[in-house]
Nanobody, 120 residues
Framework: QVQVVESGGGLVQAGGSLRLSCAAS????????MGWYRQAPGKTRDLVAE???????SYADSVKGRFTIFRDSPRNTSSLQMNSLKPEDTAVYYC??????????????WGQGTQVTVSA
């Protein structure tokens, strides 16, 4: 089993910064993907930023230049540094982790989500 836990959400004023963290643990042999997604009320869950073993990092157009994804592969962790936050960034942010378990099975797990609220 693999567990994914996010932390670091909260309330911030527009223009402020937050840093989200994601930690994966359990029967992990390797991780090939860590990504951050967000879902606002009444909307779909959309990709914010991702990091893969092959392709490196990529970002949604709406956050380019403001958000940065970091990944610590030996520790199976990722963080999302969010600067110049806007009210439209308000959403529940989810971490998604994909890889292989120690039983050589592919896995794809989501964290429970962390709320980010940006006030105008």
């Amino acid at each position: 089993q693999v567990q994914v836990v996010e932390s670091g959400g909260g309330l911030v004023q527009a223009g402020g910064s937050l840093r989200l963290s994601c930690a994966a643990s359990g029967n992990i042999l390797s991780i090939n993907y860590m990504g951050w997604y967000r879902q606002a009320p009444g909307k779909t869950r959309d990709l914010v930023a991702e990091n893969t073993n092959i392709g490196g990092s990529s970002y949604a157009d709406s956050v380019k230049g403001r958000f940065t994804i970091f990944r610590d592969s030996p520790r199976n962790t990722s963080s999302l540094q969010m600067n110049s936050l806007k009210p439209e960034d308000t959403a529940v942010y989810y971490c998604n982790v994909r890889g292989t378990t120690t039983r050589r099975r592919a896995f794809n797990f989501w964290g429970q989500g962390t709320q980010v609220t940006v006030s105008a």
